[in-house]
């Protein structure tokens, strides 16, 4: 067993649980599985050089007036399109076509206002279903790091929490093999673990995670609104290998090298 001090892995299941203080210093992975994080690691996996998320449909405007050639603008609000805007928070419609080379201004009721949450911590990075394996692999050296679930409307939603626990997971998993001393889970960490194994166990048994995202707080309504496609795309796991961070300076997203 490597000689390491055992590293923290807490899980946050609402931004406004926790005072922004309370972030100071440490790695934070922000989730918004349905769908500001898919959409986010999404659009830079095909080719977008930045995405500068913005708490409102009105700051969204005005940092679209500065990139008038360059940037597309997206987001939701009720999750459909804003009017005006090119597009929504479909992940499905940010492909290599629609974004590649550009700036992706994006608004989102959730995901992007729980960035704004983390403002002080040491580094933000972008999580989702579809790159959980590479987010575990990039926060397995840092001694303390929070998953930040953002929520739907304010209330604590299954989808973030899931992706929290597979997060937890494959932490544990890696540790183990590659023997460095078992990581310290705080109980919402726990909690979070085993409601995903939960959820692993019916999949292994024949069930889908899309499924279980269906009849989560989050994908209720967008099944409701005719988004169902993504859902089954949000549910993926692994099919992305990139890790979006948020330069806290600069307060641009860009993928790390
Ligand atoms: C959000 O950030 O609020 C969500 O991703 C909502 C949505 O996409 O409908």
Redesign the pocket.
């Known amino acids: 067993m490597k000689n390491v001090p055992p590293n923290e892995l807490d899980v946050v299941f609402l931004p406004e649980s926790v005072p922004p203080e309370s972030l100071e210093g440490k790695t934070v992975v922000v989730v ?1 599985v ?4 898919t ?1 986010i690691i999404t659009a830079l996996s095909n080719g977008c050089s930045q995405v500068l998320p913005q708490p409102s449909v009105d700051l969204a405007r005005d940092t679209y007036q500065a990139f008038p050639n360059s940037a597309v603008i997206g987001g ?1 609000r ?2 459909k399109i804003v009017d005006g805007f090119h597009h ?3 992940p499905l419609e940010y492909t290599s076509k629609n974004i590649d080379g550009k700036t992706l201004i994006l608004t ?7 960035m704004e949450h983390c403002r002080l911590a040491k580094r933000v990075l972008i999580g989702a279903m579809i790159n959980v394996d590479a987010i575990a692999k990039a926060v397995l050296d840092d001694p303390k790091t929070t998953v930040v679930c ?1 929520g ?1 409307d304010r209330v604590i939603t299954s989808e973030d929490v899931l992706f929290a626990g597979a997060l937890v997971d494959r932490v544990e998993i890696l540790c183990e093999s590659n023997q460095l001393e078992s990581i310290r889970l705080t109980d919402t960490a726990k909690i979070a673990r085993d409601h995903w194994k939960a959820v692993q166990a019916g999949i292994d048994a024949g069930g889908s995670l899309a499924d279980v995202f269906r009849i989560a707080r ?1 994908g209720i ?2 099944v409701k609104i005719g ?1 169902d496609p ?1 859902i089954v795309y949000a549910s993926q796991l692994d099919i992305c290998h990139d890790v979006p961070e948020l330069n806290l300076e600069k307060w641009s997203i860009r993928l790390i090298e």
């Open positions: 918004d349905l769908r500001a994080t959409t939701e009720g999750g929504g928070n479909s989102t009721t959730n995901g992007t206002v729980a953002s739907t989050g309504h967008l988004h993504d």
